[in-house]
C-alpha cells in the first residue's frame, strides 16, 4: 500500500466519522487530481509561481493521509519550482503521478 501510515487513516476515520470521512475523502481525491493538472500545467508553462503554490498544497493534503513517499517527492518538486530550475522535472512529475495513482487507488477502496 502507498499509504504508509495506516493509523493516520484510523485516526482520520475516527475523529471525522464515517460520513465526514467519506466526504474527506471525497474531497481530498477530487483536489489532489486537480493539483495534479496544475503542476503539469506549470511546468509545461515555465511558471514557478503557479508550480509551488499547487504541489506545496498537494505536498500539505497528503500530509494529512499518511502518504509519505509522495510527499517526500512533493518536497523534491517544491525545491525545483522555487529554484526555477525545471529542467529535469518531467521525470518527478510523473513519479509524483504515479504515486499519486496508487494512494488514490488505495483511498478509493475505503469509500
Known amino acids: 500500500m502507498s499509504i504508509s501510515n495506516n493509523a493516520q487513516i484510523n485516526e482520520l476515520q475516527s475523529l471525522l466519522g464515517k460520513d465526514g470521512f467519506q466526504g474527506f475523502l471525497s474531497s481530498y481525491l477530487n483536489d489532489s487530481q486537480s493539483y495534479m493538472k496544475t503542476i503539469q500545467s506549470a511546468y509545461e508553462q515555465n511558471d514557478n509561481a503557479l508550480g509551488l503554490t499547487a504541489v506545496h498544497s498537494l505536498k500539505g493534503e497528503i500530509a494529512n493521509i499518511g502518504a509519505t513517499e509522495l510527499g517526500t517527492l512533493c518536497q523534491k518538486l517544491e525545491i525545483e519550482f522555487k529554484a526555477g ?15 499519486l495513482q496508487k494512494v488514490n487507488s488505495s483511498l478509493r477502496e475505503l469509500l
Open 85 to 99: 530550475q525545471l529542467k529535469n522535472s518531467d521525470v518527478i512529475i510523473q513519479a509524483i503521478q504515479d504515486e
